[in-house]
């Protein structure tokens, strides 16, 4: 069986023979230009993506667990679902991007990046997000933190520090 990536046109972009439908060596990507390529659900655990641009691509549901993202351009990418865990995530170019639902456990991801700031942003946002109202409130049980949504007129000191270490605590468990 070969299994093959092919651009929009239809033109094969990269084949790799496999045996039975198991991969006897994860795929190496390394560089390619997959702009705008649909991936939705690929399966390409250990795949080696280093330095890959993949701006525009989706990737929703994709299995990219253990791959080897460095230096990938992942700009407006659809992340929407993907296993990431554990793949290696320095220095990607990926913010604006859509992240909803997607795995990041174990990721080596570079600190200060865009990625970084992405998560750090996101946690936040929901952990003030009320499922059952479909709102962002702060009321309830939870803590208020002085985020712009929250009730209170905090000062913009003292969100920073509370969203500094919100998002602390929702790295380390990543």
């Not at 230009?33 to 691509?57: H, S």
């Not at 549901?61 to 407006?76: G, S, T, V």
């Not at 909803?100 to 865009?114: H, L, Y």
């Amino acid at each position: 069986m070969i299994f093959s990536i092919r651009a929009l046109g239809g033109k094969v972009i990269h084949e790799v023979e496999v045996g039975d439908r198991k991969i006897v060596f994860p795929p190496d990507l390394r560089g390619v230009n997959l702009t705008n390529a649909c991936l939705r659900g690929a399966v390409l655990p250990d795949a080696n993506l280093e330095g890959a641009i993949l701006i525009g691509a989706d990737l929703s549901e994709a299995n990219l667990r253990k791959a080897n993202l460095k230096d990938a351009d992942l700009r407006y990418t659809n992340l929407k679902g993907t296993d990431l865990r554990e793949a290696n995530l320095r220095d990607v170019d990926i913010y604006p991007s859509q992240i909803w639902k997607t795995d990041f456990w174990g990721a080596r991801i570079t600190p200060g990046s865009e990625l970084e700031n992405l998560l750090r942003q996101s946690l936040i946002e929901w952990r003030h997000f009320d499922f059952i109202t479909g709102k962002f409130t702060c009321g309830g049980d939870r803590r208020n933190i002085g985020l712009p949504c929250c009730k209170s007129a905090a000062s913009a000191a003292r969100r920073e520090a509370a969203a500094s270490h919100m998002a602390g605590h929702a790295m380390e468990s990543l």
